[in-house]
């Protein structure tokens, strides 16, 4: 059973989180109103997102479930094999149903336990019920749950707007106890799994709507995950279709889990990519090359995170990436570090440009020189006060692949994390095992927020 590495931050943001429970509260109403089409057979399917000020989760703001369908925010996991609920507060559903051992539906989760269901309760509870064991990477913990089957509901898209109400009738969820919800943002009820499973949001989603085994993240203030192929636009410039100018990366499998708990012989549902080197304002950095694989016992690479708030590294390439940066802004006045950041700096005389405080680039450079994903100052850097940015990259400790002994429990070398990710659109082509990417969006003049948001149905 492997551990997943977690980096909390200690900074304390002020928006209220009232703002986010009002503004689902409102769409959950509006939503009530409108019918799903069941018959409808979209090209693409629409997920707004919004960022929690306190806990710097994304949470969904318009998923719903069950029957009568609620609207309740769900935190954003790209590696996550499940959506997951709690089912044991307020659970009220007439469409949900117990996924029994020996199904197909069973199967397909990769369950190798049966045993008594115990959330929710019906007529087909027994002890044949098919046992998932959902993940909470946030807890860095794990939990027996039940495999159900139960109503999503889902707006479809053209990529410039949402458009009708969807259903997916079938849809398999992991039912968890309210306790597993702790350090989750407040008022979320439980995860939506976007990772590489057969039963993750996309896979399902793919399946049951006959779309391509797509999907793009765009992360923000606000954001969006699409479902489905391009075209993806953003305001203001919304004659553009961002999906074609994308550079593209092998998606790299991890034959081990990298699961608070799974099943023997299970593979990671993370997104791992192949990164061979850094560099920082074009220079190369020195790192140990042998972190940056994945060995045989699931330890090293590289992958993404929507639930690491910062990116993390391993201690040795983190201490050589900030010397690097450091000797860069070797003209500019560092100050206290500001938890949980080491390298902090004097702002007042950084000066901004359209990719945010112009600092030095961080470069990870993919399956050639030519193949780079670049990092720009509104990605790198974090503003924890007036006149105070810090590099947002945090040190994750050793690796226990190079450190058995002192290892801190790191098992991925670099997990690139939601700052790093914002303002940038990601698209996973599950079919093909790649990833296009388009570093910032503010070099093309828009952000994530820039999703036109508007019904067209």
């Not at 797509?214 to 995950?225: I, N, P």
């Not at 060995?295 to 590294?313: E, H, R």
């Not at 945010?356 to 020189?369: E, F, H, T």
Request: aromatic share 8%; net charge positive; charged share 15%.
């Amino acid at each position: 059973m492997l551990k997943p590495e977690m980096a909390r931050s200690s900074i304390s943001f002020h928006c209220p989180q009232l703002l986010l429970l009002l503004i689902t509260t409102i769409i959950s109403l509006f939503f009530q109103g409108e019918a799903a089409q069941p018959s409808l057979h979209p090209k693409a399917l629409v997920l707004p997102v919004a960022k929690d000020s306190s806990t710097l989760q994304y949470l969904t703001t318009s998923l719903g479930q069950r029957t009568p369908p609620v609207y309740l925010p769900l935190v954003v996991d790209l590696g996550g094999q499940y959506l997951w609920n709690d089912c044991e507060t307020g659970f009220v559903s007439s469409s949900h149903k117990v996924v029994q051992c020996r199904t197909a539906s069973c199967s397909l989760s990769r369950s190798q336990e049966c045993g008594y269901c115990f959330r929710p309760v019906g007529p087909d509870c027994g002890n044949t019920s098919c046992k998932i064991w959902p993940n909470n990477p946030v807890r860095q913990f794990a939990t027996n749950g039940d495999l159900i089957q139960d109503v999503l509901v889902i707006r479809s898209t053209d990529g410039s707007n949402p458009g009708g109400l969807v259903k997916a009738s079938k849809f398999l969820t992991g039912c968890t106890g309210t306790n597993f919800l702790e350090l989750l943002a407040n008022g979320a009820n439980g995860m939506a799994g976007l990772g590489r499973a057969d039963t993750s949001m996309p896979s399902q989603l793919a399946a049951t709507f006959s779309f391509d085994r797509k999907f793009a993240v765009c992360l923000g203030r606000k954001g969006v995950v699409l479902f489905g192929d391009g075209p993806y636009h953003f305001l203001p410039n919304d004659n553009i279709d961002f999906s074609k100018s994308l550079t593209y990366t092998p998606l790299l499998g991890n034959k081990v889990s990298t699961a608070a708990a799974s099943f023997p012989g299970e593979p990671s549902t993370e997104y791992f990519i192949g990164v061979k080197s850094i560099k920082v304002n074009d220079k190369p950095v020195s790192v140990n090359s042998t972190l940056l694989k994945i060995n045989s016992q699931g330890y090293g690479g590289t992958k993404l995170s929507s639930v690491n708030p910062y990116t993390v590294m391993e201690s040795s390439i983190y201490a050589a990436v900030t010397t690097a940066f450091r000797i860069e802004m070797a003209r500019f006045q560092t100050v206290p570090a500001v938890a949980p950041f080491a390298l902090c700096y004097n702002s007042t005389h950084i000066l901004y440009n359209q990719e945010g405080p112009d600092v030095p680039r961080i470069d990870l450079v993919l399956q050639s020189s030519k193949v780079y994903w670049r990092i720009y100052g509104t990605n790198s850097m974090v503003k924890v006060s007036k006149d105070v940015l810090c590099l947002g990259i945090i040190d994750g400790g050793l690796s226990f692949q190079t450190s058995p002994e002192t290892s801190t429990g790191l098992v991925t070398s670099i997990v690139i994390g939601g700052h790093q990710l914002e303002n940038n659109l990601l698209q996973f082509d599950l079919a093909a095992s790649k990833l296009g990417f388009s570093s910032s969006l503010l070099q093309r003049q828009t952000t994530c927020s820039g999703f036109n948001f508007t019904s067209t149905a």
